[in-house]
Nanobody, 115 residues
């Protein structure tokens, strides 16, 4: 089992920045994939970005050039640096972690972009 705890969500003005963090604990394997997903109010959950253990990244078109996913294997942590935030980025952001044996989810952290 793997437990995930996200942090960093907040209220921020349009154009601002935030960095989300997600720490994993439990049985962590070498080959894995981290991901950030989000669920805007009244909408379905969608992929924001993910990163493999080899460092390969995928990002949604809506966040390219503004958001960056990174990982620190020594700390079992993944980050999402979010710049140039827009009101449409408002959502609950979830961390996901996949390895042999399953996919695990955090409880989410709320990001609100509003003036």
């Amino acid at each position: 089992q793997v437990q995930l705890v996200e942090s960093g969500g907040a209220l921020v003005q349009p154009g601002g920045s935030l960095r989300l963090s997600c720490v994993a604990s439990g049985i962590i394997l070498s080959f894995n994939t981290w991901g950030w997903y989000r669920q805007p109010p009244g909408k379905e959950r969608e992929l924001v970005a993910h990163i493999t253990s080899a460092g390969n990244k995928v990002q949604a078109d809506s966040v390219k050039g503004r958001f960056t996913i990174s990982r620190d294997n020594g700390k079992n942590t993944v980050y999402l640096q979010m710049n140039s935030l827009k009101p449409e980025d408002t959502a609950v952001y979830y961390c996901a972690y996949g390895q042999r044996g399953g996919v695990f989810w955090g409880k989410g952290t709320l990001v609100t972009v509003s003036s």
